[in-house]
């Protein structure tokens, strides 16, 4: 089945940096991206839906800001988050949607990234 | 508002007893469905979808579920639960065009030996 690959999958950074975390489509080409954002023991959120060679758009109450998203290509999206702080520790979960006429379009879901900012 | 419920936060049974996990979903019109399985620290495993059709969808793992127009609801069955099957599930649900999945918060499955 088609694979959709996070890295890395387990960050520690110091507040105020950034970290950037990739998320790749291995065997398909994904017209659409998004990001989810899972706190412990919670459901996911959609944070943002990211289309090949346009701009994000973002879920109300994301700041654009600090969780810049690019998709540059039909297989990587990336997700930075700028001047991370404790409070943005949580667990980031990409999907990937399959470039096919919907509903056959499915969407996988990446591994995950564990983002711990001290 | 559109939103995916799973009333249920914890469930425990006994291995090779029998499982339904709930799920209830408020759209417009009626969402695509599915139900999906976590592992802690894992992503999210497909057990099955409903698009349309026949009701009662087969999945993986031994899964199942039936879509009930009338009561709104996505519910996950299993005839004998194995102790492999303990993980949190979500039921989660989109609609035609928009492909942004709303998950429900999820049921935490504990299987006793």
């Known amino acids: 089945g088609a694979v959709v690959s996070q890295h890395p999958s387990r960050v520690i950074c110091k507040s105020g940096t950034s970290v950037k975390i990739e998320c790749r489509s291995l065997d398909f080409q994904a017209t659409t991206m998004f990001w989810y954002r899972q706190f412990p023991k919670q459901s996911l959120m959609l944070m943002a839906t990211s289309n090949e060679g346009s701009k994000a758009t973002y879920e109300q109450g994301v700041e654009k800001d600090k969780f810049l998203i690019n998709h540059a290509s039909l297989t990587l999206s990336t997700l930075t988050v700028t001047s991370a702080h404790p409070e943005d520790s949580s667990f980031y979960i990409c999907?990937?949607?399959?470039?096919?006429?919907?509903?056959?379009?499915?969407?996988?879901f990446g591994p995950g990234t564990r983002l711990t900012v001290l | 508002a559109q939103s995916v419920t799973q009333p249920d936060i914890h469930i425990t049974v006994s291995e090779g007893a029998s499982l339904e996990l709930r799920c209830n979903y408020s759209y417009g019109a009626t969402p695509y469905l599915f139900w999906y399985v976590q592992s802690p620290g894992q992503g999210l495993q497909l057990l099955l979808k409903y698009f349309s059709g026949d009701t009662l969808v087969q999945g993986i793992k031994g899964f199942e579920a039936e879509f009930k127009r009338s009561q709104s609801s996505f519910n996950l069955r299993k005839p004998s639960v194995h102790w492999s099957d303990a993980a949190e599930y979500f039921c989660?649900?989109?609609?035609?065009?928009?492909?942004?999945?709303?998950f429900g918060t999820g049921t935490r499955l504990k299987v006793l030996a």
């Open positions: 999907s990937a949607r399959e470039k096919k006429a919907e509903p056959r379009g499915r969407q996988y």
């Open positions: 989660a649900a989109y609609t035609s065009g928009t492909y942004k999945y709303i």
